[in-house]
């Protein structure tokens, strides 16, 4: 089976341990409204465009039948082969396992020295878990550390796919309050937090997250925290501050879709990680850190 790729950064040091080549993987089961990776939500690939790139070359045109119209678009790419500039690109790139894990272990040196690894991460990785595990299987045979950040919103069975061959799961853990979930992620967190509690029992390091977004859910941190707690192999929980980069990745995607929200201060941060670590030892926030 093949899976729908949008990224592969490489030498990424905050996906999980040591220098990490993180893979996004699209598709998404959650409408998070401050969603960071809106190119991550369809399983489609999209055609994403750069107007600032842009030289009016008008070779688009010529070999769109439906005269480059957004609202037509079928993300065929054909504007994109031809575009000079790079102002036009497609985003989703089908991928075998084989392909991608040759792609994975071209940085086996790198992981070796730092105790680094894969991450997969989107969207929702584990909407593709067939594919995942076959990948994941592939880089354990090899002695490849592999992660996975999800937002544990599926069934236990795609968990179970890729668990023989996963050192570690970053869970997402947005909201405590169900309804302010459906509020703002469009889907319950019953599921989300019945996930969380199963993943505590099982034999791999377990990372909780939570994005904070300024009058959403700072809140909600204390109950967060108080849940998670006395998972036995929980090993950091996680403040991540907002930011807006993802606004700008929807315009170019042409999407309606998402809200803006404030970004945390500093203040509100070192308040939350105080209040984290009344009941976990080991709390991380990189704006903190960074002071410190």
């Known amino acids: ?109 790198f992981y070796k020295n730092s105790g680094g690894g894969v991450t997969f991460s989107g969207g929702e990785p584990l909407l593709q878990s067939d594919f995942i595990s076959e990948t994941a299987k592939r880089c354990k045979e090899i002695g490849i550390s592999v992660g996975i950040q999800t937002a544990a919103n599926v069934k236990w069975p795609e968990f179970e796919k890729v668990l023989p061959y996963t050192d570690f799961f970053m869970c997402d853990f947005k909201l405590f309050d169900d309804d302010l979930h459906k509020k703002y992620t469009g889907v319950s967190n019953k599921l989300i937090i019945e996930n969380i509690k199963k993943l505590g029992n099982e034999n791999i390091k377990l990372i909780v997250r939570t994005p904070v977004i300024a009058g959403v859910n700072e809140s909600q941190i204390e109950n967060i925290c108080k849940t998670v707690k006395d998972l036995k192999n929980l090993d950091y929980y996680e403040l991540l501050r907002y930011h807006k980069f993802g606004l700008s990745k929807l315009e170019n995607l042409n999407m309606k879709f998402g809200k803006e929200f404030e970004e945390p201060s500093l203040e509100s941060m070192r308040s939350l990680v105080k209040i984290a670590k009344q009941y976990i030892k080991n709390v991380k926030c990189d704006p903190i850190e960074e002071e410190e």
């Open 1 to 109: 089976m093949n899976g729908i790729v949008f990224d592969i950064q490489r030498f990424s040091t905050h996906d999980g341990y040591g220098i990490r080549t993180t893979v996004f993987m699209k598709g998404c089961n959650n409408a998070c409204l401050w969603c960071h990776n809106p190119e991550g939500l369809s399983l489609k690939t999209q055609l994403r465009t750069y107007p600032m790139k842009c030289i009016s070359c008008g070779r688009c045109t010529k070999v769109c039948k439906l005269d480059c119209d957004p609202l037509k678009c079928i993300s065929c790419g054909k504007c994109a082969d031809v575009c000079p500039t790079g102002a036009r690109e497609l985003c989703g790139v089908e991928m075998t396992p084989e392909k991608l894990f040759e792609e994975i272990k071209a940085d086996l040196d």
